[in-house]
């Protein structure tokens, strides 16, 4: 495709429900980030994946966060028992090669706007 | 703990003027990108700077890193107010995910 693309631009859910976020990588791209934006700020490390090893969890903020990439293309962001905090918009990036080479270009998608009531 | 500290954090300026965003760190890093972010949409890469003191221009925006690779600035000269937006630096580390600043919101007025 022409570019990352994300589904569904917004979702609101309730306190409590689960929620699935999806990315679609550029096609060819080995590596793929999800992200969190709080209102107006910077971006919020969450996961990363590179091509078949294991994922870098690191940036998850709790154990109801996980993340699945599937056939090394399609990544699912899924939040269970979602809390208001995590009302955010969330990001995913792709790049062509591994993770923060030194003139490796992330591209962004536009973001699936959460919002929890 | 933020790592990338951006000031200011806000600016709103009148189309003509002249400004500077910074980034500053603690920590070293191997590269430093400056990215763009317009609302609804995901940041776009401007610039990597990857040697200290090196220098890039892109048009009326010029992008330093300083010496210790821990702090970089953004220059814009003459703003017009397409230059409005979220201005976003990111610290790269070897294989690490990068480290974004909290970001400068930029207002241009005609």
């Known amino acids: 495709g022409a570019g990352v693309s994300q589904s569904p631009s917004n979702k609101v859910t309730e306190k409590g429900k689960d929620v699935e976020l999806r990315c679609d990588p550029i096609?060819?791209?080995?590596?793929l980030y999800w992200y969190r934006q709080s209102l107006g700020q910077g971006l919020e490390f969450l996961i990363y994946?590179?091509?078949?090893?294991?994922?870098?969890k690191s940036g998850l903020p709790s154990d109801r966060f996980s993340a699945e990439r599937t056939g090394g293309s399609v990544s699912t962001l899924t939040i269970q028992r979602t809390q208001q905090e995590d009302s955010a918009v969330y990001l995913c990036?792709?790049?062509?090669?591994?993770?923060?080479?030194?003139?490796?270009?992330?591209?962004f998608g536009p973001g699936t706007r959460l919002t929890v009531l | 703990t933020q790592l990338l500290e951006q000031s200011p954090q806000f600016l709103s300026i009148q189309e003509g003027e002249n400004l500077t965003v910074y980034c500053n760190s603690s920590?070293?890093?191997?590269?430093l990108q400056w990215y763009r972010q317009e609302p609804g949409e995901g940041p776009v890469l401007l610039v990597t700077?990857?040697?200290?003191?090196e220098v890039k221009k892109l048009k009326r925006l010029t992008f330093q890193f300083g010496d210790a690779r821990k702090d970089s600035s953004l220059h814009i000269t003459a703003a017009q107010t397409g230059d409005t937006g979220l201005y976003l630096c990111?610290?790269?580390?070897?294989?690490?995910?990068?480290?974004f600043g909290s970001g400068t919101r930029l207002q241009v007025q005609p």
């Open positions: 990036a792709s790049s062509r090669t591994r993770l923060a080479a030194s003139t490796d270009t992330q591209y």
């Open positions: 096609s060819g791209h080995t590596a």
């Open positions: 994946f590179q091509g078949n090893s294991a994922p870098d």
């Open positions: 920590s070293v890093f191997s590269s």
């Open positions: 700077v990857v040697t200290g003191g």
């Open positions: 990111a610290g790269a580390h070897a294989r690490r995910a990068l480290t």
